[in-house]
């Protein structure tokens, strides 16, 4: 259709007059009899004439074009949510038909496709946690996180929760609101001085159930994980890594083997696109005793009775499938598409394209820590090592940078003055594959003009 003529009419007069007889109401002024005049409006919507596509269309890109994104800007924000060059392939073949709809597989037995890309994805989250079962996916990295706390919490019969400092402050407040109507206690530790957390051995008793550490943390360094494990262990609790950039995992040693018992956070660096932050892809593995209290789905691998390879719903502990009050969990969905989105970029860089990726992400932090060394007025306040993110001390104020950065076409990263006060005017800087050194040199540059 083209022109004037709108595109999608719901329902033309004649068909709200056949509704309306067919359910026996002479008018819609009777439909809505029910609702209170007061609730009423009583007049038409104030809104503009009805637009064809092509004018809807160039209105939505110029707005489009005003806001900045990876593709239009050097990018150094993360926290959280990471842009990497995500290659054509991952949303060609995510694009076909027989896997665009992939969502939920309610009927498991004739969805062998999803179900492997399922059970594939297991599998590489497997081998990157250092675990050894993983679900099917949960919403995203933060509520990924929640379930963790809940399954330590079911596992130990516990009601203690220690977090270690540089768990992502929104990941923070969702566990708070997870907690909220349980009798539980949720304790926060400070930073070290060097950015990690401080020892978490002296904050652990017996009702504890399980310790939080995300690694890299918020503010980029690597925690010590091992000793981590080794505390929490001691006392009988559970140790839970958080991971929001799992592009770490190709490069630092696995959680699993340092002692984590389990290990969740954000995939949606595998090939998701960063989309102003959403959607996400949350991840979550354990150990093979604390199976049956994995939220969400797990798939398995069998034969048929002819022999023949096949997938199945192995277990679902959710209430559609089990009693509500031995359900693990009232997540009630995976996010099969993003999930099929990091299968394939998984599949396609696999294990030493991975690795490439790690190293040259951390390369180029490397290169941006030399410059600012280098350079006046600019700092590194955190002396622990990290990945890909680093806090870096500005002149001013981090606001201020900022803007000095955009002025210049780029953005800068994140002001860190709401979340960590205590580190004076910083700000939290991210390089991927996508930051070059000319992009890094101007925007060290223009943060410390």
Known sequence: MTGDLPRYVPHTPDDVREMLATIGVPGLDALFACVPEKLRLGRALDLPRAASEQEVAGELAALAARNASAETHPWFLGAGIYAHYVPAAVHALASRAEFYTAYTPYQPEIS??????????????????????????????????????????????????????????????????????????????????????????????????????????????????????????????????VVTEPLSLAMLRAPGELGADVVCGEAQSFGVPASFGGPALGFLATRERFLRQLPGRLCGETVDSRGRRGFVLTLATREQHIRREKATSNICTNQGLCLLYATIYLSLLGRRGLRKLARLNYAKAEYL??????????????????????????????????????????????????????????????????????????????LAA
């Open 112 to 241: 062998q496709g999803t179900l492997q890309t399922i059970f594939e994805w297991q599998t590489m989250i497997c081998a990157l946690s250092g675990l050894d079962v993983a679900n099917a996916s949960l919403y995203d990295g933060a509520s990924a996180a929640a379930e963790a706390v809940l399954l330590a919490l079911r596992a130990t019969r516990r009601s203690r929760v220690v977090v270690a400092h540089g768990l992502h402050p929104h990941y923070g407040e969702v566990l708070k609101s997870y907690l909220r109507a349980l009798d539980t206690r949720l304790e926060w530790l400070p930073c070290a001085p060097d950015g990690r957390s401080v020892p978490v051995a002296p904050a652990l008793d017996g009702d504890t159930a399980c310790v939080v550490v995300q690694s890299p943390s918020f503010l980029g360094p690597v925690q010590d994980l091992r000793a981590a494990a080794e505390a929490a262990h001691a006392c009988g609790a559970l140790l839970v890594v």
């Open 369 to 446: 820590k030399s410059r600012v060394r280098a350079t006046r007025g600019l700092t590194l306040p955190l002396a622990a090592p990290g990945f890909h993110e680093v806090v870096v001390g500005v002149p001013d104020t981090g606001a201020a940078a900022l803007a000095r950065a955009l002025e210049a076409g780029i953005v800068g990263g994140l002001d860190l003055a709401p979340y960590e006060p205590g580190l004076g005017p910083a700000l939290l800087v991210c390089t991927t594959e996508l930051a070059t050194r000319a992009s890094i040199d101007r925007l060290v540059e223009r």
